[in-house]
C-alpha cells in the first residue's frame, strides 16, 4: 500500500503551459515536503507546508496543503525547461515502529521548448 | 557547507556477489537515512539511523543487507549475495533533526547482472 499517492505519474507539456501535480493520502501528516529530482542526483527540497490550508510560492511555483492535511498539491505557472525532473511528496509517518520520512513515487514532468 | 558524500557513483557486479556503499553525512546531522530507488519511482526507505542507532529497518531485507553507522557518522550499508532485483540507485541523505529537511547524496547506481 502506497501511502503517498502521486499524479499524475508522467506529465508532458510545452514550455509556458501551466501544470498541477497531486500528493494525496488517506491518512493525516503533520507536514509535507516536496523535493524536485534531476536525472543522475538525489532529490533537493522544495518546500516544506506544515500548516493546514497553507499556501507557499516560490518563484513560479505555488505549493497547498490540504484543510486536512492529507493532500498537497504543486502548481507551475509558464512551465520552462528548466522545471524538467521528478517530483516527490515526502512525509514523516509514524504507523511503524519509530517513524520515518516516506515518499511518494512521484511525477515526472518534461517540459518542451 | 558540504553535502552528503556517496561512494562508489557506480558499481556493476554478478549475482549473488557482495557489494559496499559507503556515505559520510553533513556534519552534525544526527538522523541518517538509506533509501533504494528503483529507476523512475520514488525513494523507498531501507534503514534509519539516530546517531548510531537504528530507528527503522523495518523494510529492509536483512537476509542479504546490512547496513551500520560507527560512531554516529558515517555509514555503509551491505548487500551479500546480490540479486537481480538488487539492480537500484542507493541513496543517502541526513538531516539535523528527525523527519525535517532531509539532504540526499548523488547515489550509487548498482547494477546485477
Known amino acids: 500500500t502506497q501511502l503517498l499517492e502521486q499524479s499524475p505519474q508522467f506529465l508532458s507539456i510545452q514550455e509556458g503551459e501551466n501544470l498541477t501535480v497531486y500528493c494525496n493520502s488517506s491518512?493525516?501528516?503533520?507536514?509535507l515536503q516536496w523535493y524536485r529530482q534531476e536525472p543522475g542526483e538525489g532529490p533537493v527540497l522544495l518546500v516544506t507546508?506544515?500548516?493546514?490550508?497553507e499556501v507557499k510560492k516560490l518563484k513560479r511555483l505555488t505549493f497547498q496543503f490540504g484543510d486536512a492535511r492529507k493532500d498537497s498539491s504543486l502548481h507551475i505557472t509558464a512551465a520552462q525547461p528548466g522545471d524538467t525532473g521528478l517530483y516527490l511528496c515526502?512525509?514523516?509517518?509514524?504507523?511503524?515502529?519509530?517513524?520515518?520520512?516516506?515518499f511518494g513515487k512521484g511525477t515526472k514532468l518534461s517540459v518542451k521548448p | 557547507e558540504a553535502g552528503v558524500a556517496q561512494s562508489p557513483r557506480y558499481k556493476i557486479i554478478e549475482k549473488r556477489q557482495s557489494v559496499a556503499f559507503w556515505c559520510n553525512p553533513i556534519?552534525?546531522?544526527?538522523?541518517l537515512y538509506w533509501y533504494q530507488q528503483i529507476l523512475g519511482q520514488g525513494p523507498k526507505l531501507l534503514i534509519q539511523?539516530?546517531?548510531?542507532?537504528?530507528?527503522?529497518d523495518s523494510q529492509l531485507p536483512k537476509d542479504r543487507f546490512s547496513a551500520e553507522r560507527l560512531k554516529g557518522v558515517d555509514s555503509t550499508l551491505k548487500i551479500q549475495p546480490a540479486k537481480l532485483e538488487d539492480s537500484a540507485v542507493y541513496l543517502c541523505?541526513?538531516?539535523?533533526?528527525?523527519?525535517?529537511?532531509?539532504?540526499f547524496g548523488q547515489g550509487t547506481r548498482l547494477t546485477v547482472v
Open positions: 556534519s552534525g546531522h544526527a538522523t
Open positions: 515526502a512525509g514523516p509517518y509514524y504507523g511503524g515502529s519509530q517513524g520515518n520520512l516516506i
Open positions: 541523505a541526513s538531516s539535523l533533526i528527525r523527519y525535517t529537511e532531509a539532504f
Open positions: 507546508v506544515v500548516t493546514g490550508g
Open positions: 539511523f539516530q546517531n548510531n542507532g537504528v530507528v527503522d
Open positions: 491518512s493525516v501528516f503533520s507536514s
